[in-house]
């Protein structure tokens, strides 16, 4: 019973925070490939950003330095720090586990930025 739960989102203005939280259980997902994607309305998903079990990171050039991937490895959680927020932020945010035979996905959280 593999399970994802993203938690944090919400609606923010322009220039605010937000930080997104991936809860997982039923797999050691910290010992996996652990990324954030996002869909906004008509368009296609996307990767914002990703983290290995050794904690290289790697995010999308339209979020870099302004979002940060981080991992809780002893519970499993995985962690969007968001900043600066910006209207084209809006979408759907996905939690992705990256198993050796499998991928794994949460439920998703929505963030709206309004301008």
């Known amino acids: 019973q593999v399970r994802l739960v993203e938690s944090g989102g919400g609606l923010v203005q322009a220039g605010g925070s937000l930080r997104l939280s991936c809860a997982t259980s039923?797999?050691?997902?910290?010992?996996?490939?652990m990324a954030w994607y996002r869909q906004a309305p008509g368009k296609q998903r996307e990767l914002v950003a990703a983290i290995s079990g050794a904690a290289s990171t790697n995010y999308a050039d339209s979020v870099k330095a302004r979002f940060a991937i981080s991992r809780d490895n002893a519970n499993n959680i995985l962690y969007l720090q968001m900043n600066s927020l910006k209207p084209e932020d809006t979408a759907v945010y996905y939690c992705?586990?990256?198993?050796?035979?499998?991928?794994?996905w949460g439920q998703g959280t929505q963030v709206t930025v309004s301008s």
């Open positions: 992705n586990v990256r198993a050796s035979l499998s991928e794994y």
């Open positions: 039923g797999i050691a997902a910290s010992t996996y490939i």
